[in-house]
């Protein structure tokens, strides 16, 4: 049975940071590009940060240069360091594969206030 289980959010502070976790179990995530989405109320999934097998990472232009994304391929995880974080990133936040969706996880709530 393949579940993914996110960790890591909480209520912040506007400037603080959080770091996400993403473990996976039931597949391995070795050779499979890995993201990091987020889903605002009222808004659609969107994803913000995204890794490849080789360790190409990218981010939406929102995070980019506050996120980091990155992976453990022999813990099966995956994790989003957030710095600087901002009222608009509060959403809940669930990582999954970039292509071939595994079912999602419950996701972590990530709550910024100002």
């Known amino acids: 049975q393949v579940q993914l289980?996110?960790?890591g959010g909480g209520l912040v502070q506007a400037g603080g940071s959080l770091?996400?976790?993403c473990a996976v179990s039931g597949t391995i995530i070795r050779g499979n590009a890995m993201g990091w989405y987020?889903?605002?109320p009222g808004k659609q999934r969107e994803l913000v940060a995204q890794i490849t097998s080789?360790?190409?990472t990218t981010?939406?232009?929102?995070v980019?240069?506050?996120?980091?994304?990155s992976r453990d391929d022999d813990k099966r995880t995956v994790y989003?360091?957030?710095n600087n974080l901002k009222p608009e990133d509060t959403a809940v936040y669930y990582c999954n594969r970039v292509?071939?969706?595994?079912g999602w996880g419950q996701g972590t709530q990530v709550t910024v206030s100002s």
């Open 38 to 40: 987020r889903q605002a």
């Open 64 to 69: 980019k240069g506050r996120f980091t994304i």
């Open 54 to 56: 080789s360790y190409r």
């Open 5 to 7: 289980v996110e960790s």
């Open 19 to 21: 770091r996400l976790s």
């Open 99 to 102: 292509f071939s969706f595994l």
């Open 59 to 62: 981010y939406a232009d929102s």
């Open 80 to 82: 989003l360091q957030m």
